[in-house]
Every structure is written in structure tokens, then in C-alpha cells.
């Protein structure tokens, strides 16, 4: 078992078990456990790639739908580029680069990161040395957003249900004297799940993440009361479904329970519950990644710069050109969702 491990199983053994929230939320972020309080997760080394560090052309689509959408607001003076979770910084630094030569965007912005792992924060400052950071989003100031949240949603603590006649029992994570178990709750019925009635039988799993609701609805009142969008890109579908943690660790998927704090833990993101809390505020149809890529033109930007490539090199292009856009790989999995003002139009690449 890990040092998190336990200090989990001793927890547990003196309150009681814990929520998968609670759970996810030590796992990920203990301050001296926690897998992004501790490490550098992304690329080949680490135990995870994101769509930035697989090719730069997705955070040059991503920076000039964001422009464009600058630019049919208004060009506002002044405005904030935002992002959440932002990794390395590589998305903002592709996105910085692209929109170079948009007149007046760059005077315009100003960049802020909302980010809480130390470790990740030295990265970040490596890549966008200008950047402003915070640990929450309702620190940033008062100012038309233009904000990336790129599998952001998707690493924040879940809790986790099964239906169970006209009520829910809860998944919570027990122990014994040496390792994590799974139980179950009680079942009762729950205010907050109960939308989910209609559309699901006894046996089913839903998951809720309790932070998303305060984050989106920060973002959606500061769009529609300033101006701005959000472009929300994330692994998940219309409605939460079925158990769908996943524990990642070297590339490949491991129990969720057995090494605390040396595996990344997701939830697959629930892109409704999303727009249940938008209001005023708009959202647009929720679309695959591969369709919103294609629609900003990554392949003619493909064949750009395939142009000026060869051999390994020209390989890897192309092979991650696929990776970001065919169904069989991220181009379906991954969604994008935009939230803009009630009196403005979705960025390009999404449809109101």
C-alpha cells in the first residue's frame, strides 16, 4: 500500500468510510500525497498525453475560434484569456503563437491560469511567463472571459450512485487493517438525483461531480454579465452513464483502489449537468472533437505543415492528426460545449 494508502485506511478506520469524492479529491490533490501535488503527469514520461502535447495544431484552432469570437464580440479592450487546469501550459502557449497576428487581440488580453498544483505551476511559468495564477476561478477579475477548460471537468472528484428502487445507495470506499474495499450505502432517496428517475432502472450507476455546478455557474454569469465564451473540450457524453472512473498510471489502466496517490483518477465528464447551470447564459450543441477540428480546418493546417516534414517525423504528423480527429480515437470520445452571452453566437466550430 502507498503512504496515502495508509493514511486513508487510518482515516477510515477512525470516522467511518468515505465518499468517491472524497476519495478522488486525496488522491489527486493531498499536499504531500496527492498525484498532481507531487508530479508532472503528462506526456511520455508521465502517465497521460492531452491533446496539446500530441500536436500543436490543436491549440492553434482552439486560440483562433477564441479570436475570432474576440473579434465578433466587439474586440473588447480589455478581456481575460483563461484557463482551467492548464497542464504545462502548452495549449496556452500554441494558442499565444496562432493568434500573434490578430490586430490588437494581444493588447488586449491578459492571461490567467487557475491551477493548484505547485509543481505543475513551475511548467506553466516555464511556457507563459506573463500568466497570472489562482487557485479558484471566482478569483479571476471582473472582465470579458475567453476561457479554455481543456479535461479539466473530467479530473474533478465524482461521487458515485447505483439506483435503487425509488431511492440510491452510495459507493464509498471502506477498509480493513491493510487495504481499500468498496461498499455500499444505504438507500434513500436524493433531492439532487432526482431528475435521473426517468431515465434510469434499478442496478444503474450515476455519477455527480458536487464542484461543478459553483465552477460552471461562475463562468456563465461572468460571460453573459462581461462578455466572452468558454470552450469546454472533455472525454464524457450527454449524460452521466455507468461507473466510469478510470485509474491511469505509465499509460495503462490499473484498479482505482490499489496504489492512492501514484494514479491519475477521471470521471467521465456529464456535459447536461453542465448546462442545467449556464442560464442566462447560452450553450452551444454539444459536438465531437473530430467534427469541431475539421469545421477550424486542421486538416488543410495539417497539410501545411506536412509539407515541410519527412520520414519519422512526417509519421508521427499524420498519425497524430488521426489521433485527435478519427471516431476510433479522441475524434469521438472527446466533446467540445461553448457557454456565451444570451446575446452573442457560439465560436466557430460549434452551432448555437
Not at 15 to 23: K, L, S
Not at 316 to 327: D, G, M, S
Amino acid at each position: 500500500m502507498t503512504a496515502l494508502g495508509d493514511l486513508l485506511i487510518a482515516r477510515i478506520a477512525r470516522t467511518g468510510p468515505i465518499t468517491v469524492a472524497d476519495f478522488m479529491a486525496d488522491c489527486l490533490m493531498h499536499p504531500d500525497h496527492g498525484y498532481y501535488a507531487t508530479r508532472d503527469p503528462f506526456g511520455r514520461e508521465g502517465d497521460f498525453t492531452t491533446a496539446p502535447e500530441i500536436s500543436q495544431m490543436f491549440g492553434e484552432l482552439i486560440g483562433l475560434s477564441l479570436a475570432q469570437s474576440w473579434l465578433d464580440q466587439g474586440a473588447p479592450v480589455r478581456c481575460l484569456l483563461v484557463e482551467l487546469g492548464p497542464g504545462r501550459g502548452t495549449l496556452m502557449a500554441d494558442v499565444l503563437r496562432a493568434t500573434r497576428a490578430v490586430p490588437g487581440f494581444h493588447a488586449a488580453l491578459e492571461v490567467h491560469f487557475v491551477e493548484t498544483s505547485p509543481v505543475l505551476r513551475e511548467a506553466q511559468a516555464q511556457a507563459v511567463p506573463h500568466a497570472q495564477w489562482h487557485e479558484h476561478v471566482d478569483a479571476l477579475p471582473d472582465a470579458p472571459l475567453f476561457l479554455i477548460a481543456n479535461e479539466f471537468f473530467d479530473a474533478l472528484p465524482v461521487r458515485q450512485f447505483i439506483r435503487d428502487g425509488g431511492g440510491w445507495r452510495e459507493r464509498m470506499v471502506g477498509a480493513t487493517e491493510d487495504a481499500l474495499l468498496w461498499g455500499l450505502s444505504a438507500s434513500a432517496p436524493l433531492a439532487l438525483l432526482a431528475h435521473r428517475i426517468a431515465d434510469t432502472k434499478d442496478g444503474d450507476f450515476v455519477e455527480i461531480c458536487p464542484a461543478l455546478p459553483s465552477i460552471v455557474r461562475t463562468v456563465a454569469d461572468r460571460i453573459n454579465a462581461y462578455g466572452g465564451t468558454a470552450l469546454i473540450v472533455d472525454y464524457g457524453d450527454w449524460q452521466s452513464q455507468g461507473d466510469t472512473m478510470k485509474a491511469l498510471a505509465g499509460h495503462q489502466t490499473t484498479g482505482p483502489l490499489s496504489a492512492p496517490g501514484e494514479a491519475d483518477l477521471t470521471a467521465h465528464v456529464d456535459f447536461a449537468e453542465i448546462t442545467r447551470h449556464c442560464a442566462p447564459a447560452k450553450f452551444s450543441r454539444l459536438t465531437p472533437q473530430g467534427v469541431f477540428l475539421e469545421r477550424l480546418g486542421i486538416t488543410q493546417r495539417a497539410q501545411t505543415l506536412a509539407k515541410h516534414l519527412s520520414g519519422q517525423k512526417l509519421e508521427a504528423h499524420i498519425k497524430a492528426h488521426r489521433r485527435l480527429t478519427h471516431p476510433a480515437e479522441m475524434g469521438d470520445l472527446f466533446k467540445v460545449l461553448s457557454i456565451y452571452p444570451h446575446t452573442a453566437s457560439p465560436p466557430p466550430g460549434l452551432e448555437p
